[in-house]
């Protein structure tokens, strides 16, 4: 939604999202981002998915009211790295209040490199509180929230006028948000039904000419994304995947110049595959080491890193059903009781797979 920069402070210029916005563009390739994902878009995790061509990360949904209130959910919901890769990061919130927002916000102002208000969670507990969807029917509310954050952004010296805050310390303010994730999902869908991608088209055929745009939902495979393009570029349309190609040209790769999106962003695909945006169809080996020695440097509870181990090693959501471990192998992770257990266990299995020696060389 919005990006945050002070020059002084800011990790390196590359970490502004405008700018990798921007860069994609003039490459015409796609800006990748790993979603924001309650429990797994941790630290260890958005690492991993970085290492392998995501572009810029999300936290999972932290609840701003709480966040502002209480330290210990500050320091459970929100990691950084001090030293070694800081992936560039949007810190997603939960709120409802314009003030909370704008609080929570500046508290992580200094470690993210921007910030995002959740208006598609569509749990009842959240919809209950006025939270996540149920913003969908609350407009001047979102409006109030996000100008009010920017405002407290501002007032405290950070640069939150878009494109020309990178450049320029003027900025230009004649566009609230700096860009959408479009979810072509209605509340009550189900993630097994595949996205409404012509109601996605509506939106961005209105929209991507003002403000950059990024599809999640059904991303689970660089070769066969949701949506393809057509040709000539000028007179870019999405279409559905299931629908035959016409012509030799509607078979090309889509590129940001062919169709009217600017990035491409995964949940379950990156869960299950965090090589995904490298082009690896299956998880590698490799990124599941990458992973665990992620782990051993920024820790996550056991429960949930058998959670990951267990995704990473299933067939995945794409075509390519293979996967890094059999069911009874799989079966085996959820009584390993301490990582260490966990690591040897793993260790072996690489070992045996790859024939190359496992993780403790690298820890
Ligand atoms: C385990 C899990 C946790 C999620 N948590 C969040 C969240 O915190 N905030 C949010 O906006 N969306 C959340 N989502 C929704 C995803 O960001 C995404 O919009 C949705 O899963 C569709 O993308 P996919 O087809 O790539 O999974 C979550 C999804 C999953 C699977």
Redesign the pocket.
Known sequence: MGSITRDEDAPTASSHPLKIFDAARRQDRFLYAC???????KLAFRQTVHKYGVDLC?T??ILAKEFNRNQFARDSDFTISTSGVQPPTIV?F?ANVPLELARASTLVAPFASGV?L?C??PQSWACAETL?AALMNKRELVRDMVIETRQHLERDGWGVRMEQDMENPKGRSNRLVDWV?I?P?TRHTP?TTP?RTEALEILTEKYSRTLPILL?????DLATLPIRSTSPPDLATLTIKEDPPSNTATQQQPRPSTTNLSGF???????ANPALFAGHSACPWETLETFMCNVARCPLPLKLVVHHVQEMCAPG?GDDKSSLLNKKERAKLVDFTNMADLIDFLDEKIEEHTGQKGMRRDL
């Open positions: 979603a924001p994902m309650v429990r797994y878009s999300w999972p949904m997603q939960g995002d959740n598609g969670c996540g994730t979810h999902r993630s996205i999640s939902g059904d991303v689970f962003m995964s949940a379950r695909g990156l869960l959501m």
